[in-house]
């Protein structure tokens, strides 16, 4: 066997780290834990040669974490816009952005289009209807 993936999964009530996998072929599986990345990888490199005869162990162990890490980063070491702006930049800056906010809640807002191609057609369609009034005033 070249290679095997074991599923990886935090438990929340003690912290640790479990790690499973269960033999395609029917004939158990392998499951253990550790303390941290470092222990259980450990502990893996332990299970794996016990499960395995002598010679058919994988060459290669992945491990998959079923749910992604979440890295919680201080929004306090983010630079600020502070001193950047002059009082009246500022006050232009948050009447656009009260002026986009009423925009919103009033329902003045384009729908979401799943791609670009879409958004182009929107746009030929909206031109097309503007240049027909165009054309309408004109004839008057």
């Known amino acids: 066997m070249e290679e095997s993936t074991l599923q990886v999964q935090r438990v929340a009530q003690s912290g640790w780290l479990v790690a499973w996998w269960d033999d395609p072929d029917g004939a158990g599986g392998i499951a253990t834990q ?3 990345l470092r222990d259980l990888q450990q502990q893996i490199t332990e299970a794996v040669s016990v499960h395995f005869d002598e010679g058919a162990a994988p060459r290669r162990i992945r491990i998959h974490f079923v749910s ?4 919680v980063i201080g929004r306090s070491r983010f630079p600020t816009a502070d001193g950047e702006y002059t009082p009246a930049e500022r006050r232009a800056i ?3 952005l009260a002026k986009a906010d009423a925009d919103i809640k009033a329902g003045r807002v384009s729908k979401a289009f799943s791609d670009h191609g879409e958004f182009i057609a929107a746009l030929h369609d909206e031109a097309a209807k503007f240049s027909a009034r165009g054309a309408k005033r004109q004839a008057e």
């Open 34 to 36: 550790g303390q941290d």
């Open 68 to 71: 992604d890490p979440i890295l």
């Open 94 to 96: 948050d009447a656009g």
